[in-house]
């Protein structure tokens, strides 16, 4: 119930007011940690919420989003992604499982002589490849 009071809250603090399914959405977003689209959202808590549709989902996404709460993540052109960690990190998406991972790194030491003089605002970084346990997986087989 606290962290409830608390999305509700930091909602508030955004600029959004805090209604049920918006609070469920963004408490989905902060602990699936899966990087879910739309329709995992609208699957996951449809049962949970039977008033929820996916035009509300995409709605509060798309708010969340207007806000800088949530950053979208499009890692294959017919998949939009959401993420709640607005921090500058880079993602992998496993080829094998599906699953994305977050990773940290340092966009202030990448260089990149070609657009030096240039503001950066974002920065977007994607790696495909195998994960750690579907690599360990395939050596076993």
Known sequence: MEQTQNIGSFLINAGIRPSFQRIKI???LIIRKNHPTVEMIYKDLNSYIPTLSKT???NTLKLFVDKGITQIITIEDNETRYDPDI???GHF??????KIFDFSFDNKNLNIKQIENFEIKQTH????GI???CKRKIIIK
């Not at 998406?93 to 599906?98: A, E, I, L, S």
């Not at 970084?125 to 495909?128: F, G, R, S, W």
């Open 125 to 128: 970084l994607y790696i495909k």
């Open 56 to 58: 509300t989902v995409y």
């Open 87 to 89: 921090s500058t990190h």
């Open 131 to 133: 994960c750690e346990n």
């Open 93 to 98: 998406k496993c080829t094998n499982c599906g």
């Open 26 to 28: 963004y408490e989905y």
